[in-house]
């Protein structure tokens, strides 16, 4: 196990160093997959020529490329990678928008931990551990570790997908079919505007008094599901932990658990 702490408490962060570079903090993601940092951020002795390259995104708006690197990834605590891929940004340019892009997260890169999420691959950091260290990560969000290796504690409900998870929501007492992402990177969670009332809408807004988004209130209990029926988490919103609502085609019928 490493330590991890909580950025505002919905952010899981642990401590990497990429080819023995710096110690810089990065986001434990199981919305995406692969590891992406900066050049800076990348130690460069030996560091070779890159392996491939691709473009990668996240939700939000930020889009990038980047080159692919064999290189070992030291999680301290003598747990290291063989030579694995890192995806390293090289664009000055797309470096300060990627900096600007978390600097209110507290970590300067995304460890993305998602076997089947849609990228940016080329595969996850992790599986290159020694050992039985490679197989599988436990957040663990209350004692503030990062486990690696199998769950070390009895499954009280498996679901398949990682990320991508079948099963239904209960919003004021109503339940839908819903696809779930179960992402530790998604903050607080989206939720279709199709499954709440639009009087249950808080609107946030931007600077010149315009609406920049739209949150769920207060006291709304949430519950969610697999495709069996097993409840998976319940919840009601608060004033600072509630999901933000979606309006698009794209998002609805999908729901982002967050963190």
């Known amino acids: 196990s490493v330590p991890l702490s909580m950025y505002a408490g919905v952010e899981p962060i642990v401590t990497i160093s990429v080819n023995g570079g710096p110690k810089i ?3 434990v993601d ?3 997959s692969g590891l992406v940092v900066n050049a800076k951020n990348v130690g460069q002795t030996g560091l070779g020529e890159s392996v491939s390259s691709g473009t990668g995104g996240y939700s939000g708006g930020l889009t990038y490329t980047y080159d692919t690197y064999n290189t070992t990834v030291n999680f301290g605590s003598g747990i290291v ?17 990627f900096a600007k892009f978390l600097a209110n997260n507290g970590v300067v890169g995304v460890l993305g931990v998602g076997t089947n999420a849609v ?6 950091v ?7 260290l490679k197989n599988g990560i436990y957040i663990d969000e209350v004692g503030r570790k990062l486990t690696f290796g ?13 990320p991508n998870v ?31 009332d639009s009087s249950q809408l808080v609107p946030i ?27 998976l988490y319940t919840f009601t919103t608060t004033s600072s932990y509630r999901p933000t609502v979606t309006f698009d085609d794209y998002n609805a019928e999908l729901s982002n658990t967050g963190a």
């Open 25 to 27: 903090k990065v986001l």
């Open 30 to 32: 199981t919305g995406s």
């Open 81 to 97: 990678t063989a030579p694995t891929s890192v995806n390293v940004i090289t664009d000055p340019a797309q470096q300060a928008a």
């Open 119 to 124: 990228g940016p691959g080329p595969g996850l």
């Open 126 to 132: 992790t599986t290159g551990l020694p050992g039985a």
């Open 150 to 162: 199998p769950n070390p504690l009895p499954a009280r409900v498996t679901t398949s997908g990682s």
């Open 166 to 196: 079948i099963g239904s929501m209960t919003v004021n007492g109503v339940n839908t079919p819903i696809n779930l992402l179960v992402d530790s990177g998604g903050v607080y969670g989206t939720i279709p505007s199709t499954m709440v």
């Open 205 to 231: 807004k931007n600077t010149d008094g315009t609406v920049a988004y739209y949150v769920l209130k207060a006291g709304v209990p949430i519950s969610v599901y697999d495709a069996d029926g097993n409840l």
